[in-house]
């Protein structure tokens, strides 16, 4: 038995695609090898219409709908919010293993998440469906730090079962142009 998540939600996950930034780079040996500021660590601002203007270079996976659970203080300071804006920076959400191994979103050689610092939180929704609150880009919701818990449920196989992932706000640096 592994568990599972109570109250849930679910979370619109957008994974940063730095495979994807990393090919805009004509000589791959430039800043955008990586598609990230080397010093920053922030999608490079690439000029593709030569205008004179570096337009963001941040690619993202295609969006991925995650049941989550939302950290209980957190819930309640989300349910008191008028017009849906929060004035708070920090957010945690529990993800369970089994639906990220469901949606492929364990690397299944090294048994890491693939939820990783830099991907983007972009809407919460209740099990029905209905919004929760959209989180507008800039500044964004972005993950900070994940963190495998849980570890040793299950009689027969004990294995961990919850991801704790903690998002902040953020203002995108502007990178190079």
Same mark, same amino acid.
């Given at each position: 038995?592994?568990? +599972?998540?109570?109250?849930?939600? *679910?979370?619109?996950?957008?994974?940063?695609?730095?495979?994807?930034?990393?090919?805009?780079?004509?000589?791959?040996?430039?800043?955008?090898?990586?598609?990230?500021?080397?010093?920053?660590?922030?999608? *490079?601002?690439?000029?593709?219409?030569?205008?004179?203007?570096?337009?963001?270079?941040?690619?993202?996976?295609?969006?991925?709908? *995650?049941?989550?659970?939302?950290?209980?203080?957190?819930?309640?300071?989300?349910?008191?919010?008028?017009?849906?804006?929060?004035?708070?920076?920090?957010?945690?959400?529990?993800?369970?293993?089994?639906?990220?191994?469901?949606?492929?979103?364990?690397?299944?050689?090294?048994?890491?998440?693939?939820?990783?610092?830099?991907?983007?939180?972009?809407?919460?929704?209740?099990?029905?469906?209905?919004?929760?609150?959209?989180?507008?880009?800039?500044?964004?919701?972005?993950?900070?730090?994940?963190?495998?818990?849980?570890?040793?449920?299950?009689?027969?196989?004990?294995? +961990?079962?919850?991801?704790?992932?903690?998002?902040?706000?953020?203002?995108?640096?502007?990178?190079?142009?």
């Amino acid at each position: 038995m592994r568990g +599972r998540l109570i109250y849930w939600f *679910v979370a619109e996950l957008h994974r940063l695609d730095a495979g994807a930034m990393a090919a805009l780079d004509p000589d791959g040996a430039g800043p955008l090898a990586s598609g990230l500021d080397p010093d920053f660590l922030e999608p *490079v601002r690439v000029d593709r219409d030569d205008d004179g203007l570096g337009e963001t270079g941040r690619m993202e996976h295609t969006p991925v709908q *995650v049941p989550c659970q939302v950290e209980p203080e957190v819930l309640e300071a989300l349910r008191m919010l008028p017009g849906g804006q929060s004035s708070r920076g920090e957010l945690r959400l529990v993800l369970h293993f089994r639906d990220l191994e469901r949606l492929g979103l364990v690397d299944s050689a090294t048994g890491v998440a693939l939820v990783q610092p830099g991907d983007r939180l972009g809407v919460l929704r209740d099990r029905q469906g209905g919004l929760v609150q959209a989180f507008r880009d800039p500044p964004g919701m972005y993950v900070t730090e994940t963190r495998a818990t849980g570890f040793g449920l299950g009689r027969a196989r004990p294995r +961990r079962n919850l991801l704790l992932v903690t998002f902040e706000a953020r203002r995108q640096a502007a990178g190079r142009r």
